[in-house]
């Protein structure tokens, strides 16, 4: 097992001992875990998906299986990873910071459906096999979520 691997496993198991809250099925399956409002948020985030970009959220459908809260950060700047179970990991101190701006500025909450739809298309590299660390596979995901923050943009009721 490749030591990236190990430490996504390693950061997997950290997560799950701080998820407080059993999981339980979200939008289309996908099983949502953390705190109840963090729960309500990002189901909130995949319906924006799914009616302002339908595709992208068939494509999210796809790809994630859990998304979960987490306090673990691999990197200093990290502020969402996913690994090979398909799971999505927002960095608790990234989210709280995103939910304390959105009271402010209320387009902020964008960022939460950007940032699913960014991991989402990580995932789907991966799950066809293709790098996620170079170059073009993060341009790829950026322009995932380019194209979701446009429809979103046309959105008249805050969210
Ligand atoms: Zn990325």
């Not at 992208?56 to 996913?82: N, W």
């Not at 009271?103 to 960022?111: E, I, K, L, M, Q």
Request: glycine content about 6%.
């Amino acid at each position: 097992m490749p030591r990236k691997m190990l430490l996504l496993c390693l950061v997997a198991l950290i997560a799950l001992s701080f998820s407080k809250s059993p999981p339980r099925p979200g939008a289309e399956g996908i099983r949502v875990e953390g705190p109840r409002a963090f729960r309500r948020n990002i189901e909130r985030a995949l319906r924006l998906i799914e009616e302002f970009s339908p595709d992208q959220f068939r494509d999210v459908v796809a790809a994630v299986r859990f998304i979960r809260l987490t306090r673990s950060r691999p990197g200093p700047f990290v502020i969402a990873y996913c690994d090979r179970d398909r799971r999505i990991y927002i960095v608790s101190e990234y989210y709280a910071e995103r939910i304390t701006q959105s009271r402010v500025y209320p387009f902020a909450f964008y960022s939460l459906p950007a940032l699913i739809v960014h991991e989402a298309t990580h995932l789907q590299q991966m799950l066809g096999g293709r790098a996620t660390g170079s170059r073009e596979a993060e341009l790829e995901a950026i322009q995932a979520e380019r194209l979701l923050r446009s429809l979103l943009s046309g959105s008249v009721t805050l969210h």
